[in-house]
């Protein structure tokens, strides 16, 4: 009898990978997309990595393709636009082993800068896409991914969102099946992209779609359950489960196969039903191309482009029930602030005593943007602070950002933040780069990079020393600070933002939250000492209370004692105590 477990969507994933006898897999963290690569890490015949960035990742599997075995490459849908300078061309190429990249989407905007559609991409980039519905078609959908991808000659995406990737589910897990590896053969015409090369390969490409929609009809993974009549919905994903909720006797015609469309289904399917609704999350992907086909439907006039959708969107909309909801409790506002002794609060403490203005970056620190810090002024993606920093000083020259700062974490600083530190010095830029350096990737839960001397399955390695990285640019100012020492912290940013040449500053402390970590001190607060001037409460530590006569509270259970309240209190109202 099979084993059946309860599995988080990502995890199912990689089971499914494991099942279809994956032996590559690189990522790049990046929620909803994490958990994939966490879990894979749980089985010794899969080698997994942690790479720089996702362009590496998707390199990386393309190579262990071209060799002839099962590669994987998993991330989130903005690590996607990293890494679609190879996926672009390897559609061209095509693959030898399967090749599959999982690709999250995150409609709602739980915790990305925007929310874009990786089949959107897909389309572009002429890739197939599979869409699974619950956990356990994640783990059968990557299975069939590979098969695709080896039937076709194509690398294929399996996409998912954030609710799938975080939501659990009853998995029948089976054994893993090993396919032999396929052997290389070396192949010129379709594995070096040059023009004439490529040329050919696009023709390919193209008659590989047109043959994957015609045998779309009869995969496995679409499924049509033809119910009442009067209404028929075409859906796919987490979607599907909002219709059958909302409506359980409508007719569905299910996508698995969302790109290319299976048209010889959906014009039979079609034809079948009185109102044809087509319910798909963010754009109206395939909403679209089944109207351009003449087939009358309803879509994204009555349903948003925007969000994640829901079954009381269908009742609305489409049943025309009365949705008025009670007034949810009234809970008090809970704004996303940074852990009591994160050193990133320190750090922009700092900042925000001396009025400078930071260009920020993608982690835990673009919380610096917020009150009551409100620090970091732009964030557009993975390393643009200092290239954002260097636009500003061409466009408006040195004096101008002598008040400006680029700050970006140690991983998103070996993501990408190096090529725009590189083209900073190259282009002979000015302006100071303040590198976080809290020693993990904080903001997706505490994963290793190069720099922290630790792989994805645990070994220790060489870690990658990002003081001596910078002094190999040509970099004259290196300074290494501890982020809590304000004094020297002050000092240094004075001293380097004056500089009219680049600087970087790398302040170091660890993350609270890092395994290991022992915190022998607690602040406490000594209230006939204290004069009720508010410093100690300007960097917004949670830990740190009002009371009602103007004194300060501190709870003990938050405080790990950093100091950074008693460094700012003139009055040694605060004192470190051991605990």
């Not at 897990?173 to 290389?184: G, T």
């Not at 009869?218 to 209404?231: G, H, Y």
């Not at 990737?441 to 990079?449: A, E, F, L, P």
């Amino acid at each position: 009898m099979s084993e059946v477990k309860i599995m988080l969507g990502n995890e199912a994933i990689a089971r499914g990978a494991y099942e279809a006898g994956v032996k590559v897999s690189a990522a790049y963290p990046g929620t909803p997309s994490t958990e994939i690569s966490e879990n894979i890490v749980k089985y010794p015949e899969i080698y997994a990595e942690w790479s720089p960035n996702e362009k590496v990742a998707m390199e990386v599997v393309i190579g262990a393709s071209i060799s002839g075995v099962r590669s994987m490459a998993s991330m989130k849908h903005v690590g996607v636009n990293v890494a679609s300078d190879p996926l672009y061309t390897i559609s061209y190429g095509g693959v030898n082993g399967g090749l599959v990249l999982v690709a999250a989407d995150d409609p709602g905007l739980y915790s990305s800068q925007n929310e874009q559609d990786t089949r959107c991409v897909a389309r572009a980039a002429m890739v197939p896409v599979l869409e699974p519905s619950d956990s356990q078609e994640a783990k059968d959908f990557m299975k069939y991914a590979f098969e695709l991808s080896e039937k076709y000659d194509t690398p294929v995406i399996v996409r998912t969102t954030t609710r799938l990737s975080h939501s659990q589910g009853p998995v029948t897990l089976e054994e893993r099946c090993e396919p032999s590896d396929i052997p290389y053969e070396r192949n010129v015409s379709k594995f070096v992209m040059m023009p004439g090369n490529a040329k050919g390969r696009h023709l390919y490409v193209e008659k590989r779609l047109k043959a994957m929609s015609e045998d779309g009809y009869d995969m496995p993974v679409n499924r049509v359950e033809m119910n009442d009549t009067k209404i028929g919905f075409i859906t796919s994903g987490i979607a599907y489960q909002y219709v059958k909720e909302a409506c359980p006797d409508a007719s569905v015609l299910k996508l698995g196969l969302v790109h290319p469309l299976p048209r010889k289904l959906i014009e039979e399917f079609a034809s079948k039903v009185e109102t044809l609704y087509i319910f798909e999350e963010l754009e109206p992907v395939y909403e679209e191309q089944i109207k351009s086909w003449g087939i009358k439907c309803i879509g994204k006039e009555i349903f948003t482009v925007q969000g994640e959708y829901s079954a009381n969107m269908i009742r609305k909309a489409v049943l025309k029930e009365d949705m008025e909801l009670k007034a949810p409790a009234q809970v008090p506002a809970r704004p996303p602030i940074l852990c009591p002794g994160c050193p990133h609060r320190s750090v922009y403490s700092v900042l925000n005593k001396l009025k400078i203005h930071a260009a920020g970056d993608i982690g835990c620190y673009t919380l610096g943007a917020v009150a009551p810090l409100s620090v970091v002024d732009t964030t557009i993606c993975m390393g643009a602070s200092i290239s954002t920093l260097h636009g500003m000083e061409k466009a408006k020259g040195k004096d101008y950002i002598k008040n400006w700062v680029a700050v970006i974490g140690d991983s998103t600083f070996m993501h990408t933040g190096i090529n725009s530190l590189m083209n900073m010095v190259y282009n002979q830029g000015t302006g100071t780069v303040m590198i976080l350096d809290n020693s993990t990737t904080g903001m997706t839960g505490h994963q290793d990079h190069a720099a922290t001397g630790k792989t994805l399955k645990g070994e220790v390695v060489p870690a990658i020393s990002i003081y001596h990285m910078c002094k190999a640019m040509g970099i004259k100012n290196v300074v290494e600070v501890n982020a809590f020492d304000t004094v020297e912290l002050e000092k240094v940013i004075k001293e380097e933002v004056a500089k009219d040449e680049v600087s970087v500053i790398i302040t170091k402390s660890p993350c609270v939250l890092l395994k290991g970590q022992k915190f022998t001190k607690k602040c406490r607060p000594i209230p006939e000492k204290c004069k009720k001037c508010g410093m100690c409460l300007r960097p917004g530590c949670p830990a740190l209370t009002k009371n009602a006569d103007g004194t300060i509270s501190i709870d003990e259970t938050m405080c790990n004692g950093c100091g950074l309240c008693m460094g700012l209190c003139k009055f040694d109202a605060i004192e470190q105590v051991e605990v």
